[in-house]
């Protein structure tokens, strides 16, 4: 257990449609990141959020944002989905910065119909 | 900027066969090296990581690799595999930047391990 959690683990829905995916960080963690692995793309970083701050964007398409709360969860919103957007979705996160050790969630699957 | 290759997309090997997975970056200046793992289901789990020093470095679950500046290679070691092993392992890179730091995955190799 990396003491990140995800909620759901797993999520259906159509086309269009809009989904929140959440994370806790590990205690004391500052740093939280967002990727999306899928068989074609592998293992792509979208964001990282540093105490409640944007840090780095990646790859991260205009309809997807995602925000730190106070308490360091984070969720990541998916808008006007498209079945492209199927994939597993992994939260990590971290002491500092992407150099220490990411400890990541075990993920949410989002299946787009 | 940095990248990170993996030119095995899928190996295979035998339990207690020894085991070598081949990472090649790109860097101009030292970079920082990490190898996770991804057992299946599950999240990605860091096994070692490179930063300065001894360039051999040892890590969790019996694993080692050893950092080549001369190749700019990081491979990932274990003298005797166990079925467990069959995973997916990432090779990662990682630079500091003036305004973040930034770490880049390899696209991952799948590890099949015979019984």
Redesign the interface.
Known sequence: D?G?TQTPKHLITATGQRVTLRCSPRSGDLSVYWYQQSLDQ??Q?LI?YYNGEE??KGNILERFSAQQFPDLHSELNLSSLELGDSALY?C?SSAL???N??F????TRLTVL | AQSVTQPDIHITVSEGASLELRCNYSYGATPYLFWYVQSPGQGLQLLLKYFSGDTLVQGIKGFEAEFKRSQSSFNLRKPSVHWSDAAEYFCAVGARGTSYDKVIFGPGTSLSVIP
Do not use: K, N, T, Y
């Open positions: 990396s990140v592998g293992l970083f990282q840090r780095a992994f990590a910065g992407p150099l050790e990411q990541f969630g075990p993920g």
